[in-house]
């Protein structure tokens, strides 16, 4: 049985839902409905009521299936829920599944001119005129399609409560305030809105009403969100090769890039470059880091694949790169549209011999903000690759947040000898090499190219190398080599985020989770808690490991690692490190290509606690 | 000892001996064509007075692109992966387009697995200097043929080559270099003149240098060996490469009276000239159909045909293209780095 969460039950009691529940909207890919689907979102927002959207879409650029779904929720839950009481039915292929996956008491709107009649007793029908209410308007042949797509709008605006001048609103920010698109789309919205007014009765209990839960929110992108970071993080050199996730990521560094312009002159200082492929795009992010930019690529799974001996070989030239993998599913191609967290273990270890990565793993559209800048902080100061996974779920997705703090530290470029550092270093010690652990946290000190003095160059190469950067074949300089850079890994495990903990000794059950799910651990706890069985959670932010999860995973009975991946990665590495704990560590993997549910946490755990 | 030495060694404009514009000492094969390019190179930075300092080296994996550690030893210096060093010098320069880069690659490195970022390199203009130490065999790997062998050449352990070479001076002007020429290690005075004019030129100076591989590939009947390059090379010009005067004291050379006909000059974007003294049939290297139709002629007929093969006023740099800032991007201060927390609020604002 499932386990319906307490606000439903309690709402549906009084025989009225307001502001929690959930609809989906299905049409055609490419017919233009994301503008209708965001307009809906933020006129919710502007409400005042706590909303998430999200695309689950397909791999074709017009014509396959593609569901929206926007779930409200007055207790401020933004997981994806697996079933959604509202169908806007407006593809005709998927119509018989959208309303057979609704539950009893679903409500379904759908256009009248299919005549499909009513199958189901046991749910609401709203039939709507689609092309009526456009033909009444003078609309080019193609916009028609997207505008056809602002019926459903004002549809939703009139049955459950949306405000006709907040539409307005959200169309204007849509359209950038541009007056003749925001008329086209309005007077259509406004012609549904008045017709189902006149005509439709309703018999649902699903309302919308104004709130108070969002004032000086924002809503945004976890993709947008890591490029103002990353221009904020003192980014100089972005290459990177379309691929879906991670594409709008560079897109909107470009739509930003004028916020990082020289006054004077207005030329850029950031350039950004789209490569030929994602070798040539890590090629060029490795050869700028080591000329002293902060560079960085936007990438996704198959893309990691192609930068792997790049990322071998900065790690071990030892040059700072940041690298973002907006995780889609599956090996090769996979499911190129859909979300993942099964680029884990491949970044962590990323490069043939022995290597191991700095990994961010943000949770939220804050900390794709945060990561944006910090990541290149990491980079500079351990001078080697930093990796942040974010994935699609994060990084296509509209997320209500707080506003970002501003960058609460100064931009940090660790060990760099200019002409005056390395005179004063030679004056001291007598001696600069490269890679000579002079502090013993394995970092050594580099120069920039460029750098005005005699002594400043030295040899960067994949090859075998001894601490002063000469070429070496040699068995004891090799393995000298590599345990320094196991001691610098060790100093990366002090200076990555910690992961965030809630912990109450009395609990005995722990949940370890990451990144996106996030939203769906924090409500299933909720659940449980309800039902009886109290957690404890840590969010991992970071690998490698912090020494907070050896301690949480020591002080519970029961851990259950909870991912998006099918393997249940991060329970591999947690019973890695951690081998004693192997025995109550369990591994939750979903690895479905969706969004994490908070239901299928609840149903999982509680299995294995009410045995 | 060394102190008295230096005191009567003949010095440039900075004060250097040729001493000091070496590096380690060469492991390649004794006698390698690389390591006389590698003398050329320090030849010329000697000459040109070149701050060490701003220059960079790169190269991809080979034998050609080991050498990097063997010249300009105050330069620093990436050794990258295989096929992959036009990526990296195009991530070093648009961080500093101070810095003057030199590429070193190989035929493997260049017209195999790296042909693709070759071509890419061309394409964006990226200001360097790419030299391709051409021997048509990979040595490192012990003698197969590479893409620019000759066509139904034998070699012990791989028997015939069956498919047709790559020709990378006619796939660089096709793919948009500005500036083309082919080369013979053996003709250091050749190879001296166009190094200095592609360091003069703004964007990439691409040098095919055919350079024997005297372990895997120097039997007389191949057009990589030291026997066919002496006696097949045919100059298309002899070259000249002027700086002029107010450039003071880094050469004595002044330029030489131009002949009609006879002679072409071509101005370079610092300033400097190349002169082209006309040697057999009329040949303008500024003629890209002229350029191709040679390239494609010496190309069927193994016409080991040297000199400046392309030349064209250079389109703007991938920094100029980006329009970036003129102050490198790796010497912005901090306030250029970081938007004040005004735009922050801004942005923020906007998105509520």
Known sequence: MELQLQSDRQALDQGRIVNEFAFTVATKNGSGSQTSNNVLVRALFKMGIPVNGKNLFPSNIKGLPTWYTIRVSAQGYTARRATTEIAVAMNETTAAEDISSLPAGGVCILPQEWNWGKSRADITYYEVPVRDIVKQFDIPAERREQVSNMVYVGVVAQLFGIPLSLIREALSDNFGGKEKPIAMNFQVVEAAYHWTADNLEKSDPFYFEPMNATAGKIIITGNEAAALGALFGGMTVTAWYPITPSTSLVDAILQFQHIRQEPETGRNTVAVVQAEDEIAAAGIIVGAGWAGARAMTATSGPGISLMAEFAGLAYFAEVPIVIWDVTRMGPSTGLPTRTSQGDLIFTYFLGHGDTRHVVLLPGSVEECFEYGWRAFDLADQLQTPVFVLSDLDLGMNNWMAEPFTYPDEPIKRGKVLDKEALEAMLAQRGEWYRFRDYDGDGIGYRTLPGTDHPRAAYFTRGTGHNDRALYSERSDDWVQNMARLHRKFETARTLVPRPVVDYDPAKKIGIVSFGSNDPAVREARDVLAAAGIETNYLRVRALPLTSEVREFVHSHEHVYVVENNFDGQLALLIRMELPEDTTHTHSLALGDSLPMTSQWIVDNIMQRERK | ?352
Not at chain 2, 7 to 29: H, M, Q, V, W
């Open chain 2, 1 to 352: 000892m060394a102190t008295a030495n230096r005191a009567n060694a003949r010095t440039n404009i900075l004060g250097l001996t040729r001493e000091d514009y070496k590096a380690g000492k060469s492991t390649l094969c004794p006698g390698c064509g690389h390591d006389s390019i590698s003398n050329q190179i320090i030849s010329i930075a000697y000459e040109l007075g070149l701050d060490q300092h701003r220059v960079i080296k790169l190269s991809g994996i080979g034998c050609s692109s080991k050498t990097p550690a063997y010249f300009l030893g105050r330069s620093h210096a990436f050794n990258a992966i295989h096929g992959r060093m036009p990526s990296v010098a195009t991530g070093a320069t648009l961080a500093n387009h101070e810095l003057i880069a030199i590429g070193v690659s190989g035929d493997g490195d260049s017209g195999s697995i790296g042909l693709g970022q070759f071509k890419h390199l061309l394409r964006r203009n990226v200001p360097m200097v790419y030299i391709i130490e051409n021997n048509g065999v990979y040595g490192l790997t012990k003698g197969q043929f590479s893409a620019t062998a000759d066509e139904g050449q034998f070699l012990k352990y791989y028997g015939r080559n069956e498919l047709p070479p790559i020709d990378l001076c006619l796939e660089a002007v096709i793919g948009g270099a500005t500036f083309v020429a082919r080369s013979f290690s053996g003709d250091s005075k050749q190879v001296q003149t166009l190094l200095k004019a592609g360091l003069a030129h703004k964007g990439t100076a691409v040098i095919d240098i055919i350079s024997p591989c005297v372990t895997f590939n120097n039997s007389p009947d191949s057009t990589k060996s030291y026997v066919y390059g002496k006696e097949h090379q045919i100059l298309l010009h002899e070259l000249e490469h002027f700086t002029p005067d107010f450039i003071e004291g880094r050469t004595e050379i002044t330029i030489g009276d131009y002949e009609p006909g006879k002679t072409i000059q071509v101005r370079m974007h610092d300033g400097s000239y190349i002169k082209l003294q006309k040697v057999g049939e009329d040949y303008d290297p500024r003629n890209r159909s002229q350029a191709v139709e040679l390239l494609d002629r010496a190309h069927r007929d193994q016409l080991f045909i040297t000199g400046l093969l392309y030349y064209e006023e250079p389109r703007p740099t991938l920094h100029e293209t980006l329009k970036l800032s003129e102050t490198p991007l790796t010497r912005l201060p901090d306030e250029l780095l970081r938007p004040a927390p005004e735009v922050l609020d801004r942005l923020m604002r906007d998105l509520q």
